[in-house]
């Protein structure tokens, strides 16, 4: 697609439910990136994918969290047991090799009540 | 500990005037600067950015300046618009092939017609 698309633009959740969050990066990008931004704050690292592995989960806050991208494309983004401190701006972001910088999604916004 | 600081959360500057953001950081190991500029319910968009082999990078209107031993940077657009009225992001990132970026907080600007 032209961008990177991510839904849906919100959800508002219940204390311990399961959500997913989905994106679909620019075509081509073999490059995919999960970020988290809290109020006031800047975005944060939470996953890298270079094709269909995670290169790099560091930035997961714990095990409740996981990403998938199974066919190198779309990832998903799933959060188990859903706490009000996952109330953030989740960010998915893609590039092309040598690329000068992400391109971002528009982000989902999680609230959990 | 945040590693990249942005220690003015906002900015009001005058349409046809200077802004001056300014960024600073303490990883000596980051080697590659952003700048990203976000709009409300969209993701942060790429704006500029500066090698650390650098002291200058210019774009149109946006100039940013490194100064390594202060371990500082600064995004200057000239002249301002309305439409530059968005929050900035100051990011950096470390060694070549890294894809990590570790994000500011972020400077309010509002360019007042």
């Known amino acids: 697609g032209a961008g990177v698309s991510q839904t849906p633009s919100n959800k508002v959740t219940e204390k311990g439910k399961y959500v997913e969050l989905r994106c679909d990066p620019i075509s081509g990008h073999t490059a995919l990136y999960w970020y988290r931004q809290s109020l006031g704050q800047g975005p944060e690292f939470l996953i890298y994918f270079q094709g269909t592995g995670a290169a790099d989960d560091s930035g997961l806050p714990n095990d409740r969290f996981f990403a998938v991208r199974p066919e190198g494309s779309v990832s998903t983004l799933k959060i188990q047991r859903t706490e009000r401190g996952d109330s953030a701006v989740y960010l998915c972001a893609s590039s092309s090799p040598g690329g000068r910088g992400y391109t971002f999604g528009s982000g989902t916004r999680l609230t959990v009540v | 500990d945040q590693q990249v600081k942005q220690n003015s959360p906002s900015l009001s500057v005058q349409e046809g005037r200077i802004s001056i953001l300014n960024c600073d950081y303490t990883?000596?190991?980051?080697?590659?600067f952003l700048w990203y500029k976000k709009y409300p319910a969209e993701g942060p968009t790429f704006l500029i950015s500066?090698?650390?082999?650098?002291d200058k990078n210019e774009d149109g209107r946006f100039t940013v300046f490194l100064n390594k031993s202060a371990k500082h940077l600064s995004l200057h657009i000239v002249p301002s618009q309305p439409g530059d009225s968005a929050v900035y992001f100051c990011a950096a990132r470390s060694g070549a092939g890294s894809y990590q970026l570790t994000f500011g907080k972020g400077t309010k600007l509002s360019v007042i017609p």
């Open positions: 990883n000596s190991m980051f080697d590659y």
């Open positions: 500066i090698s650390s082999i650098k």
